[in-house]
């Protein structure tokens, strides 16, 4: 898989340390094999940066991607550096390795299964909001910075869904909404998510309002997973589900004919769609 990061678009300098950014630039990119179940093995990481740019940011950058690619098991296999006139440009490329078969695949849904995510929902694209909107953080908004600067990709999480079986899935890293929108399309089916359902800080809530569902369905930025499976098959994958990784939360289910809808709660009345802000190009 393949992802850039480009300022201005994804990161602003005064954001983020040249460290923090090189590992979350691999952190992205490794979130995309996350949500395969692959086990990554190699990178390759491409800088193009403007002649003002700091050589010692340039080596800080490089430490925090191979500081990730090491606690990732993954090799940094080369690279380049080029000059650009333009706003620095750092693009991964990952490689990984999965068992013959067993995929997380986006056309593997079948009306009537459970939707289920990891981890909670929203705290990084708060943590956007914050940063743009600039000033002083309290200790819960320094969080959901952190969230956003700092993200994790549920490698061993999605390992341990194609172990349990599971076969239909993504990283939710432009938001909930629209990868169910992604794996609907392709496995020919609907969707509905159940709000009351969604793992979401209560701070969260209380502190955003009613935009709390545009940050948790919409937002994106947290590179979470999102998987489906048969509903009789929920209550065994959460009782092997290991105590070390990521909780599991159900959170909607796939069902006959197209498209997502949101609902208040299972069975409930329908809702307007959260607003999404994570599609390039929109």
């Known amino acids: 898989s393949q992802d850039a990061l480009v300022e201005g678009v994804d990161f602003r300098r005064w954001w983020i340390t040249p460290r923090r950014l090189g590992a979350r630039a691999l952190t992205v990119a490794l979130s995309d094999l996350a949500g395969m179940g692959a086990t990554p093995v190699w990178c390759s990481a491409t800088l193009c940066a403007s002649s003002d740019t700091g050589f010692e940011d340039v080596l800080e950058i490089q430490r925090g991607l191979c500081a990730a690619a090491t606690a990732a098991g993954c090799a940094v296999a080369g690279g380049d550096v080029s000059a650009i006139d333009g706003p620095l440009v ?61 993200p994790v990709a549920r490698i061993a999480e999605g390992l341990q869904l194609v172990s349990s079986g599971v076969r239909c899935g993504g990283d939710i890293s432009d938001g909930l909404l629209i990868e169910l929108e992604r794996i609907t399309d392709m496995s020919r089916c609907g969707a509905e998510i159940w709000l009351d359902r969604l793992p979401v800080e209560p701070a969260l809530v209380s502190d955003f309002g009613s935009a709390w569902p545009d940050l948790a369905v919409g937002g994106g930025e947290d590179f979470e997973l999102v998987a489906t499976l048969p509903r009789e098959a929920l209550a065994a994958l959460r009782d092997s589900w290991p105590s070390t990784l990521a909780p599991l939360t159900a959170v909607g289910c796939l069902r006959e004919g197209a498209g997502v809808v949101v609902l208040d709660r299972e069975g409930g009345a329908s809702v307007p769609p959260p607003r999404t802000t994570s599609r390039h190009f929109a």
Do not use: F, K, Y
Not at 90 to 99: A, F, K, N, S, Y
Not at 104 to 124: E, I, N, P
Not at 125 to 141: F, K, N, P
């Open 90 to 150: 750092i693009d991964i490329v990952v490689g990984g390795t999965l068992v013959p078969g067993a995929v997380l695949r986006r056309d593997g849904g079948h009306a009537g299964d459970v939707v289920v995510v990891t981890g909670a929902l929203g705290r990084a694209a708060a943590g956007l909001r914050l940063l743009l909107d600039g000033g002083e953080l309290s200790e819960q908004e320094q969080a959901w910075v952190d969230a956003q600067l700092s």
